[in-house]
């Protein structure tokens, strides 16, 4: 069971760097990505809740790496400090191995993503 999830957060976290062809045109992502962004990402948290942690060096591991940067590139295109800190205490925690600070930051970048399509997409 726990290989499941760790397929199903892999895919999520695959999913969710679908719009950084977008950031590296220096835009932000369309509506429908980052909405598609926040859904997989409340999907990756979940998943990340229930295995627990993620091995170091793994492909999920670099993924989540990938992850971490391209929600960079987001808040710094768009100027936003709450998700600018939500993304670094994900990339510590990801440093450290540190999974519980992890979700924390993960549920942050969630709102904040929120925040973003509520006030740009609605």
């Not at 950084?20 to 409340?42: K, R, W």
């Not at 295995?51 to 170091?56: D, L, P, T, W």
């Not at 930051?105 to 399509?117: F, N, S």
Request: with cysteine; hydrophobic share 50%.
């Amino acid at each position: 069971m726990k290989r499941v999830w760790i397929v199903s957060l892999a895919l999520a976290l695959c999913l969710s760097l679908a719009p950084v062809g977008a950031m590296a045109a220096n835009q932000l992502p369309s509506c429908g990505d980052l909405e598609q962004m926040a859904v997989t990402l409340d999907q990756a948290a979940e998943a990340l809740a229930k295995i627990g942690s993620i091995e170091r060096g793994s492909e999920l591991d670099k993924t989540l790496g990938q992850l971490i940067n391209a929600l960079a590139d987001i808040a710094n295109i768009e100027r936003n400090q709450d998700l600018a800190d939500a993304v670094n205490l994900m990339g510590d925690s990801w440093k450290k191995d540190d999974w519980e600070p992890m979700k924390e930051g993960l549920d942050e970048v969630i709102i904040a993503l929120g925040e973003l399509i509520k006030r740009d997409c609605n």
